[in-house]
């Protein structure tokens, strides 16, 4: 690929807070505020901080394997959990994206006229096409789209935390309503919303110098994330507080607190209308993200010689995309949206489990990688700390995912290994 179809630095940090800015933060501030109370903001620097030798192992990785990705990362120890961990990170990624979607098609069919009309999943799949289409063009495209997707979902981020400062309030963040046993269940749902910071990895080949850019894009922005999202949880609890007894979703917060904000209803409903909108496109700018990005992992795979019809999936069109791998990921985002229709929740705990799965086989390999290499007793430390947090992620994420899901994902791990060992011999 020519340099100037590359992407810089800035845009790759883009890429990265499009994918987890998306519809995990605003779902989850009804269920962080539900079932851990006031104790729900803290939940986003807890986990990010138990995630911090992730990231710092993910970055040392990127920096010395900058093209391949995930598989790269795995591969350094055996071709397998290369191949395990970039199948699951694949399919994790399109069941997160089958939420957003979905969150997104919501959103819109509340401001649009005659969209309510259209069957939510039809509505899903017209999105999912449009998205295809895009994703067949060059680089650029995607980047501007992007950046389109990127200000739309600011709105209601900086609304938020504007109104928490107006009406800063913390009477209601008392110790009493700290509920510490929610916590546990809640885990899986801030997972789903932090996951995404490794995006670079799977764009390495495509981003200017990835040696040094690629960690980079993953410091900056998990660092914005983990920042941004406690401070919006804690505004949105202090904003919301009295009414959550009422509420039986996340769509009835922005209209509580818009209604908060003004005292004409008149203007709080026409605020309501555009939070509903940018959140809408927050939701759908992180799906087109995920499909953005995440051929490229289906594309290594192939490159490799691991999956059926590899010739086919190595394929590019003339703006240097992998067009069958593009329409692959598709038809399987398709799958999760028809099979999940009334399970959102279910969908973002087996999206996380996908993840997770990756970030694990990518702490193991990091770490025998130093034992060939006498690596630093530090880089040991972080490791093993790394490897640790991501077995707890995992054992949160299965025993909060349902029998079926947890089923489903586990066929998908045995198909993809069935197939590694065909393509093997």
Same mark, same amino acid.
């Given at each position: 690929?020519?340099?100037?179809?590359?992407?810089?630095?800035?845009?790759?940090?883009?890429?990265?807070?499009?994918?987890?800015?998306?519809?995990?933060?605003?779902?989850? &501030?009804? =269920? /962080?505020?539900?079932?851990? #109370?006031? $104790?729900?903001?803290?939940?986003?620097? @807890?986990?990010?901080? +138990?995630?911090?030798?992730?990231?710092?192992?993910?970055?040392?990785?990127?920096?010395?394997?900058?093209?391949?990705?995930?598989?790269?990362?795995?591969?350094?120890?055996?071709?397998?959990?290369?191949?395990?961990?970039?199948?699951?990170?694949?399919?994790?990624?399109?069941?997160?994206?089958?939420?957003?979607?979905?969150?997104?098609?919501?959103?819109?069919?509340?401001?649009?006229?005659?969209?309510?009309?259209?069957?939510?999943?039809?509505?899903?799949?017209?999105?999912?096409?449009?998205?295809?289409?895009?994703?067949?063009?060059?680089?650029?495209?995607?980047?501007?789209?992007?950046?389109?997707?990127?200000?739309?979902?600011?709105?209601?981020?900086?609304?938020?935390?504007?109104?928490?400062?107006?009406?800063?309030?913390?009477?209601?963040? &008392?110790? =009493? /309503?700290?509920?510490?046993? #929610?916590? $546990?269940?809640?885990?899986?749902?801030? @997972?789903?919303?932090? +996951?995404?910071?490794?995006?670079?990895?799977?764009?390495?080949?495509?981003?200017?110098?990835?040696?040094?850019?690629?960690?980079?894009?993953?410091?900056?922005?998990?660092?914005?994330?983990?920042?941004?999202?406690?401070?919006?949880?804690?505004?949105?609890?202090?904003?919301?507080?009295?009414?959550?007894?009422?509420?039986?979703?996340?769509?009835?917060?922005?209209?509580?607190?818009?209604?908060?904000?003004?005292?004409?209803?008149?203007?709080?409903?026409?605020?309501?209308?555009?939070?509903?909108?940018?959140?809408?496109?927050?939701?759908?700018?992180?799906?087109?993200?995920?499909?953005?990005?995440?051929?490229?992992?289906?594309?290594?795979?192939?490159?490799?010689?691991?999956?059926?019809?590899?010739?086919?999936?190595?394929?590019?069109?003339?703006?240097?995309?992998?067009?069958?791998?593009?329409?692959?990921?598709?038809?399987?985002?398709?799958?999760?949206?028809?099979?999940?229709?009334?399970?959102?929740?279910?969908?973002?705990?087996?999206?996380?489990?996908?993840?997770?799965?990756?970030?694990?086989?990518?702490?193991?390999?990091?770490?025998?990688?130093?034992?060939?290499?006498?690596?630093?007793?530090?880089?040991?430390?972080?490791?093993?700390?790394?490897?640790?947090?991501?077995?707890?992620?995992?054992?949160?994420?299965?025993?909060?995912?349902?029998?079926?899901?947890?089923?489903?994902?586990?066929?998908?791990?045995?198909?993809?290994?069935?197939?590694?060992?065909?393509?093997?011999?």
């Amino acid at each position: 690929m020519s340099s100037s179809k590359k992407l810089s630095l800035l845009s790759a940090v883009f890429i990265n807070l499009n994918v987890m800015i998306g519809a995990g933060l605003f779902i989850n &501030t009804y =269920d /962080l505020s539900a079932k851990a #109370g006031a $104790a729900g903001f803290l939940l986003y620097p @807890l986990i990010g901080v +138990c995630m911090l030798p992730l990231i710092a192992i993910t970055g040392k990785l990127v920096g010395l394997f900058p093209t391949g990705g995930l598989y790269a990362f795995g591969t350094s120890y055996s071709p397998f959990l290369g191949f395990l961990s970039c199948w699951s990170y694949f399919f994790g990624k399109l069941a997160s994206c089958a939420v957003m979607l979905s969150v997104g098609a919501t959103m819109l069919q509340k401001i649009v006229p005659g969209l309510d009309a259209i069957n939510i999943t039809t509505l899903c799949l017209i999105i999912l096409a449009i998205y295809t289409i895009l994703n067949l063009q060059n680089m650029k495209v995607g980047v501007w789209v992007q950046s389109f997707f990127l200000t739309s979902k600011a709105i209601p981020i900086i609304f938020v935390i504007v109104a928490g400062i107006l009406l800063f309030d913390t009477s209601h963040i &008392t110790p =009493d /309503l700290f509920i510490w046993s #929610g916590m $546990a269940s809640c885990i899986p749902l801030v @997972l789903y919303s932090l +996951c995404g910071f490794e995006t670079a990895c799977a764009l390495g080949r495509n981003i200017e110098n990835p040696a040094v850019n690629g960690p980079k894009a993953v410091y900056y922005s998990f660092g914005t994330i983990m920042l941004l999202y406690g401070i919006f949880q804690a505004c949105i609890y202090m904003n919301s507080y009295q009414a959550l007894a009422t509420l039986t979703s996340y769509e009835g917060i922005f209209p509580t607190i818009a209604h908060g904000l003004f005292s004409s209803s008149f203007i709080a409903n026409k605020v309501t209308i555009l939070l509903s909108f940018a959140i809408g496109s927050s939701a759908l700018g992180g799906a087109y993200g995920i499909l953005f990005a995440n051929p490229w992992n289906l594309y290594t795979l192939a490159e490799h010689n691991h999956t059926i019809g590899s010739q086919a999936i190595t394929l590019f069109n003339r703006h240097q995309t992998p067009w069958v791998a593009v329409l692959i990921e598709s038809s399987i985002c398709a799958m999760f949206l028809l099979c999940n229709q009334q399970s959102l929740l279910s969908l973002r705990s087996t999206a996380a489990l996908g993840i997770i799965i990756a970030y694990t086989i990518s702490a193991w390999a990091y770490y025998h990688l130093l034992q060939k290499n006498n690596g630093a007793k530090q880089d040991f430390i972080i490791s093993g700390a790394a490897f640790i947090s991501c077995m707890l992620f995992i054992t949160s994420c299965a025993m909060t995912t349902k029998f079926a899901s947890l089923l489903l994902f586990i066929m998908i791990l045995s198909m993809g290994s069935i197939m590694f060992i065909y393509k093997s011999k």
